[in-house]
């Protein structure tokens, strides 16, 4: 499969990735000779230095002009990065010094996060199962997850709300993981994103104060040790991307020692931090239990859940990434308050709610459940849906999901009317 889609137009990077994963010698060479006939560019080079890396080569090519191909080196694999660094320790890469020293810079920034932190992640993740994301995707790719693993999920959400049992699922990334580990007192712009902000938080700089956050940390705690499922990144993500990923083993190791941890452990899905546009790619959102959404709680609305407006409620939008961010009130704390307050008023067993709230919204997720409610945190994919699809590099990246976010929670067939 591998061999045949090396051959293709354009190039599949994707099989060339796979490629320097099995590391068969003459899968590499055909890389290597497929590789060497695209027009020079970033990600051509990228792959090029990882052929190079696998196969043992000597470094005989020019490398790109492109600063472009420069930034993408800290997403060599871990063993690649100790090579190349080794290499042009050495000098053996005969580079222009000026070049040379590009290199040294960019390995440099790869260096983050400190080992320590990456040894910890590897030690949680250790006691996990296999990734979500199948092994030789771009931690952006929708397309990654496996399908059985989709409709095995899909199905659990199913029986939940055919049983009207109560169920909460998050995800954890690495604003989650941040304010865990005690880094992130702004709710990512939560306090911030109204007309009329706290006057104590505005007094901090629009971040929490110390009581506050243990306040809603342990609120958190809670969101997490009462979810059916916590979704987070698995260890290639902390490796390669984005950055601080390696903050949610490290916050969920801090919080959940011992047998609180262990007790977490089989809700942990290992790479499913991009569930929410997984569902996407896999039309899961055309289908059962996302045909029979009861709420929201977002910035807005998809036209296709319009008709939930009154028994909805609409948040301020991500500061920094929505036009229309700004509300009346902040965020946090008048709205978070007003939202829990709906909850508890609003809120049955059996009801699915959509959520997509932030770091706050995995609280809001808590207190669904709580009222025997189903929640799913599907984050930015409701954005998306909206028509508002700048929100997240992932979807510049995957342009088509629009199209399929434009078509979500309709039936994915129509039935034919009897004459």
């Known amino acids: 499969m591998a061999a045949g889609a090396l051959e293709t137009e354009p190039i599949s990077f994707d099989a060339i990735e796979a490629v320097c994963r099995l590391r068969d010698p003459d899968l590499l060479e055909r890389a290597w000779q497929r590789l060497s006939r695209c027009t020079p560019g970033p990600w051509q080079w990228y792959y090029r230095t ?17 600063p472009q191909a420069w930034a993408i080196v800290p997403l ?96 954890l990334g690495d604003g989650e993981g941040l ?31 110390p009581t506050s956050y243990e306040q809603l940390l342990e609120h958190f ?22 950055e601080f990923m390696h903050t949610v083993a490290a916050g969920l190791q801090r919080h959940f020692p011992g047998a609180a941890l262990e007790n977490l452990r089989p809700r942990l899905l290992n790479g499913g931090w991009h569930l929410h546009n997984f569902l996407l790619q896999h039309n899961a959102y055309r289908h059962g239990p996302f045909l029979a959404v009861a709420a929201v709680i977002a910035p807005s609305l998809p036209p296709s859940l ?17 036009a229309d961010a700004y509300g009346s009130d902040a965020h946090y704390p008048v709205i978070y308050g007003q939202v829990l307050a709906w909850i508890e008023a609003s809120i049955r ?22 009222q025997g409610g189903i929640a799913l945190d599907v984050g930015s994919v409701l954005d998306l849906c909206a028509g508002h699809g700048h929100t997240r590099g992932e979807y510049r990246l995957n342009p088509w999901l629009k199209a399929r976010a434009e078509q979500a929670f309709t039936p994915l067939f129509t039935p034919v009317l009897a004459s």
């Open 221 to 242: 705690r809670q969101a997490i040790a009462g979810s059916d499922l916590i979704a987070i990144p698995d260890l290639e993500q902390c490796h390669h991307g984005p």
């Open 50 to 66: 990882w052929l190079w890396l696998c196969a043992g080569r000597r470094w005989d090519w020019e490398p790109s002009s492109d």
């Open 179 to 209: 304010f865990l580990c005690g880094e992130r007192h702004d709710l990512g712009g939560a306090i911030a994103n109204g007309t009329h902000i706290d006057p104590q938080l505005h007094a901090l700089g629009n971040r929490l104060d």
């Open 306 to 322: 319009a008709h939930l407006a009154a028994s909805s409620f609409l948040i301020p939008g991500e500061l920094n990434r929505r």
């Open 349 to 370: 067993p059996g009801m699915l709610v959509l959520v997509a709230a932030g770091i706050l919204g995995k609280i809001y997720c808590h207190a669904i459940r709580e």
């Open 76 to 171: 060599l694999p871990p063993e690649g990065l100790r090579r190349l660094r080794a290499a042009a320790a050495e000098g053996s890469l005969s580079l222009p010094p000026d070049r040379q020293q590009e290199l040294l810079t960019c390995l440099a920034a790869s260096e983050k996060p400190a080992p320590i932190s990456l040894a910890l992640a590897e030690n949680f993740y250790a006691r996990l199962g296999p990734s979500l994301r199948r092994p030789w995707h771009n931690w952006e790719s929708p397309e990654a997850a496996s399908p059985e693993a989709l409709e095995g999920l899909v199905a659990t959400l199913r029986d939940a709300q055919a049983m009207q049992q109560p169920f909460s699922l998050i995800r």
